[in-house]
């Protein structure tokens, strides 16, 4: 079976194979570095469901120590407890077993890679457990450590009776719980390595955990060296989206050749913090310190204050550089000037629960008028649904949503192709009552015999019913937390580090006199201007904003204030009355960028958001059309 995977992998990829090949046939084997070297880390998943061409990628031609996944998504959490309910011996990312280790474990023991993944989910033990069986059907001895103690579902009683409101909305603690989850740190990751660990399964960590535990490990850092610790956090942030920091999502994605084989993101980590970030070799991509600083600023809030278990991270003074690889000689770029203050006393905690049913349904509407149709379809099938519902003696929906796409209807007011001939026409409910949804799934194949012409669609039945599914965050001290280490037949439990007893504000912002700005009669869009990137955090989006030339950065600090982007994006946010602050600006002089913090934005985000975007991935796009006026000729004078 594992011949198989590994054939239809190269079989899709044969770039990948004859790389395979060429770099076997070198007889070398890259083994751990000896302390004092650099280390390299290579990221070859961002979430569940990233290429299985990466890791073979990295394995073969990366010429890396350590091999890291990153898996899971707040929302991956409640489907993989989900799934623990059903087997027991599920509810971790099956495909981290199976699909990728499996067939690579001969190759990764014989060049002395470690791993590093989450792939564990709700149930570490079990997939501890699968990748044994694995190897032993390979032949293949490795050592596998678990960590666990992030999940406190045996604690939810307890914690119920505590007074924890969410950190957002400020709601109350709710009555039932899907999953809950606290995001550990690098402490036990370092401590599995330490232990002789090949192979290290977590739960849920923060993302960066698993660069930041094998720099720890390696370097030995001391844990209150808050300065590296921030640089090797940094390490993991920009490598923790796999892709996105070698040019996937790229603003100028004109510019990236390769898709098909991207290059995934290796860091060769210096002992004094330093990186290089590149890819591998014979790969596609883009490496630059444009695409580096995308992915700076994708989903943090406050640079100053990056929140992280083990380290609280400034990282408004980044400096980004052009370099080599020193090891493949790619293009790469040269990180340093992250800083760090000590952490706090709490873990995050996350946890996630069912509130209602929805479904989304979608149908193509062609010819003249098609927007105005669509809108008009959606109009009568919720109102005729409505009616039933007050017929039947249910209530009505909780929430209803609309959108036109290929009609711009994500821009809002500044759609510009309001009336093409054909569209998709979008509509999504929620309801308190699985039936609810399903007497409006059923009433939308009628359209397409008794209300718009041109109405169709690619089939496929009746909308799926799924629960909505909403997060609760909360702070939880750290010495509540049993978190341990297992290998074999020896657990370590490990202590969180000492750390400050008060939450201490972040570096304050650099007073800046703006000063006079030269004007002119030219006019520059954002995107002609800038680089943007934006995500999210539960239902707020984030909009980093990196400027092509420094010399750009005085005129969009003066264009783009916070009154301006909570008016450009007025149609996204919840408080529509404009009465309320939403939006907050942070400064990276670092890198010539801006951070723009959209509050109450994403519909409910994730999985409870009903849009066409419920991670505002969209959002830095909309950006680059937002027009700043009355400058000089800002890229001749660059030129």
Request: net charge negative; aromatic share 8%; charged share 20%.
């Given at each position: 079976m594992l011949s198989v995977v590994r054939s239809r992998i190269f079989g899709l990829f044969p770039r990948l194979s004859v790389a395979c090949s060429e770099y076997r046939s070198t007889k070398r084997c890259h083994s751990v570095n000896s302390a004092g070297d650099t280390l390299r880390v290579g990221c070859a998943s961002g979430f569940w469901g990233d290429t299985a061409a990466a890791a073979p990628q990295l394995v073969y031609q990366g010429k890396i120590d350590f091999l890291v996944f990153d898996y899971l998504a707040e929302i991956t959490m409640s489907i993989l407890a989900k799934a623990k309910q059903k087997s027991p011996d599920m509810g971790y990312a099956t495909d981290f077993v199976h699909v990728t280790m499996g067939p690579l474990l001969n190759e990764i023991k014989k060049k002395g890679i470690r791993v590093v993944s989450n792939a564990g989910g709700v149930n570490p033990h079990a997939c501890s457990l699968a990748l044994q069986e694995v190897a032993k059907k390979a032949g293949v001895d490795i050592k596998v450590a678990v960590v666990t103690g992030d999940d406190l579902m045996p604690?939810?009683?307890?914690?119920?009776?505590?007074?924890?409101?969410?950190?957002?909305?400020?709601?109350?603690?709710?009555?039932?719980?899907?999953?809950?989850?606290?995001?550990?740190?690098?402490?036990?990751?370092?401590?599995?390595?330490?232990?002789?660990?090949?192979?290290?399964?977590?739960?849920?960590?923060?993302?960066?955990?698993?660069?930041?535990?094998?720099?720890?490990?390696?370097?030995?850092?001391?844990?209150?060296?808050?300065?590296r610790l921030a640089?090797?956090?940094?390490?993991?942030?920009?490598?923790?989206?796999?892709?996105?920091?070698?040019?996937?999502?790229?603003?100028?994605?004109?510019?990236?050749?390769?898709?098909?084989?991207?290059?995934?993101?290796?860091?060769?980590?210096?002992?004094?913090?330093?990186?290089?970030?590149?890819?591998?070799p014979k790969t596609g991509g883009l490496v630059s310190?444009?695409?580096?600083?995308?992915?700076?600023?994708?989903?943090?809030?406050?640079?100053?204050?990056?929140l992280l278990p083990d380290v609280t991270c400034d990282f408004s003074n980044v400096s980004l550089t052009a370099a080599k690889d020193p090891t493949t000689q790619e293009e790469g770029v040269l990180v340093t000037g992250a800083k760090g203050t000590p952490?706090?006393?709490?873990?995050?905690?996350?946890?996630?629960?069912?509130?209602?049913?929805?479904?989304?349904?979608?149908?193509?509407?062609?010819?003249?008028?098609?927007?105005?149709?669509?809108?008009?379809?959606?109009?009568?099938?919720?109102?005729?649904a409505r009616r039933m519902l007050q017929f039947l003696g249910m209530k009505d929906f909780s929430r209803t949503h609309v959108q036109m796409l290929g009609a711009e209807s994500m821009y809002g007011p500044h759609a510009r192709c309001t009336d093409t001939r054909e569209v998709v026409v979008l509509i999504s409910a929620e309801h308190p009552e699985q039936n609810g949804v399903g007497l409006l799934a059923r009433e939308l194949a009628p359209a397409g015999t008794g209300m718009a012409p041109g109405t169709t669609g690619p089939g496929g039945g009746r909308p799926k019913i799924s629960p909505v599914l909403k997060l609760f965050s909360f702070l939880y001290p750290k010495d509540k937390l049993n978190v341990e280490v297992h290998m074999g037949s020896v657990t370590e439990k490990v202590e969180p580090p000492m750390v400050q007893t008060e939450?201490?504000?972040?570096?304050?912002?650099?007073?800046?006199?703006?000063?006079?700005?030269?004007?002119?009669?030219?006019?520059?869009?954002?995107?002609?201007?800038?680089?943007?990137?934006?995500?999210?955090?539960?239902?707020?989006?984030?909009?980093?904003?990196?400027?092509?030339?420094?010399?750009?950065?005085?005129?969009?600090?003066?264009?783009?204030?916070?009154?301006?982007?909570?008016?450009?994006?007025?149609?996204?946010?919840?408080?529509?009355?404009?009465?309320?602050?939403?939006?907050?600006?942070?400064?990276?002089?670092?890198i010539h960028g801006l951070n723009f913090v959209l509050q109450k934005s994403l519909g409910g985000g994730g999985v409870a958001s009903m849009r066409a975007d419920p991670q505002g991935k969209c959002y830095g796009q909309m950006l680059l059309d937002f027009e700043i006026r009355n400058v000089p000729d800002l890229p001749a004078r660059v030129n």
């Open positions: 604690q939810q009683k307890d914690i119920s009776q505590q007074v924890f409101t969410d950190m957002e909305s400020g709601r109350k603690f709710p009555d039932e719980l899907a999953s809950m989850n606290a995001y550990l740190g690098a402490t036990p990751i370092s401590a599995a390595l330490d232990m002789g660990a090949d192979i290290v399964v977590t739960g849920r960590c923060v993302d960066s955990a698993v660069v930041l535990g094998p720099l720890i490990h390696q370097f030995k850092w001391d844990m209150s060296d808050y300065n640089m090797g956090s940094l390490a993991g942030h920009l490598v923790e989206c796999g892709a996105q920091a070698t040019g996937g999502t790229f603003t100028d994605w004109n510019l990236v050749e390769g898709w098909d084989n991207i290059g995934f993101p290796i860091v060769d980590c210096s002992p004094d913090g330093s990186f290089i970030l590149s890819k591998a310190t444009a695409t580096v600083a995308e992915q700076l600023v994708y989903e943090i809030g406050n640079p100053r204050k990056y952490p706090s006393p709490n873990y995050k905690v996350t946890a996630t629960f069912a509130d209602g049913h929805k479904m989304t349904f979608m149908c193509v509407i062609g010819g003249p008028h098609a927007a105005e149709k669509g809108r008009k379809t959606a109009e009568n099938i919720l109102k005729r939450d201490l504000p972040p570096s304050p912002e650099p007073t800046e006199k703006e000063g006079n700005l030269e004007t002119g009669t030219h006019s520059f869009t954002v995107g002609q201007l800038a680089y943007t990137r934006s995500g999210d955090k539960a239902n707020s989006a984030n909009i980093g904003v990196i400027a092509r030339h420094p010399s750009y950065l005085p005129y969009l600090k003066h264009a783009l204030t916070e009154e301006a982007i909570q008016d450009y994006f007025q149609h996204v946010f919840e408080d529509t009355n404009g009465s309320q602050k939403l939006v907050t600006r942070y400064n990276l002089p670092g």
